[in-house]
């Protein structure tokens, strides 16, 4: 394979308007942010409470790696488990109201690791349309079957669980809140049916830990449904600020996963840095209940705002607020237009979001003011404007 090869696969995703590129930010932090020489306001962060930036947060990421060194030496089993790693897991325990938590080195390691080890071949996994890759990607490593239901689709699932054959091994993967859609997957229903059907239910809430339910415990807090689901899986990367992601569950489960999941046992230990600075998160997510409050108000906001301009969003509740345009080249030249404007919003597109389902996912956070909200509006309806969205 010569590198024409590559040339020639790239030109053909820039031919589908689907070519990605890394974007020359200065800063990952928002709410304004450097690109290129300009000051643009960044509506794309899961940085949702701001906490990435927050000084006590920085404090202890500084403070562990003083104290313990940049990089862990060596996997969790071997030399790499240190006091922020254990500090972490106990305060997750302590957040979420389970015996026990499990860190992994990011959420997408989480998944590959753990779903080949609810499940094996000769099972069947029942999972939502919309469902994260790393998702799919664990459900491939596990051999099992696999099967989607219609997004949010309970009726569709339980089709699906009365067509199965007698006693089969069967896993329902959902997310709590959906990354691109921003909406919620019916969890009351889900438990109930994975309860009905003897099946094993799976969530991964990356994006609503730190923002869900009154105490910003996640989606399951929100549904009243802790205590039903056994075990479930979210990340410290999105509203936590930090990079990494947590299993929580029973003891038994915690220690099942340590023995097992590949993708804990085959890979270094998260920096010192990353715990400390997500113990810190959680601290301030427990602490500091005006942050989501300010959070929810700019969602808000910015729906209503979006809204009045004409825009068709998705079936969101939450600060992920996705602008359907369906063609990619579309969504592509609305994004430029916006980042013209001083607005920092990425199009989303295939293989991210199905096929004609591109969109611009605006993402507001508790660190937005009001001014920055208005000017970043005033921007949006200009691009759609120009791009004959509006
Ligand atoms: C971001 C995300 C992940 C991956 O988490 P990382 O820590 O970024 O690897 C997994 N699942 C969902 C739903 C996500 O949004």
Known sequence: MSTSHFRAALQRLTGQSLRRALSPLESASGPVVDYAGRTVILLSSNDYLGLAAHPRVIQ???EATERYGAGSGASRLVSGSLPPHRSLEAA??????????LVFG??????????????GRGGLILADRLCHASLIDGCRLSRADFRVFRHGDCAHLETLLRRRSDNRRTLIITEGLFSMDGDVAPLDDLVRLAEQYDALLYVDDAHGTGIMGA???????????EGRIPFHMGT???ALGSYGAYVVGSDDFVQYLLNVARSFIFTTALPPAMAAAASAAIAIVETEPERRARLWANRHYLFKGLQNQGFRLTATVSPILPVLIGDAAKASAFADRLLAHGVYATAIRPPTVPD??????????????TDQLDEALQAVQRAGRETGLL
Do not use: C, D, W
């Not at 997750?92 to 109201?97: I, P, R, T």
């Not at 989480?110 to 080949?116: E, L, M, R, S």
């Not at 105490?215 to 449904?225: C, D, M, N, P, Y």
């Open 60 to 62: 202890s990421a500084v």
């Open 92 to 101: 997750l325990a302590k957040f979420k109201g389970t015996e026990g938590a």
């Open 106 to 119: 990011a959420g997408y390691l989480a998944n590959v690791g753990v779903i080949p080890n609810l499940i």
């Open 215 to 225: 105490g910003g415990r996640g989606t399951i807090e929100q549904f009243g449904l």
């Open 236 to 238: 410290l990367s999105k």
């Open 356 to 369: 004609g389902t591109s969109r611009i996912r605006f993402t507001v956070t508790a660190a937005h003011t």
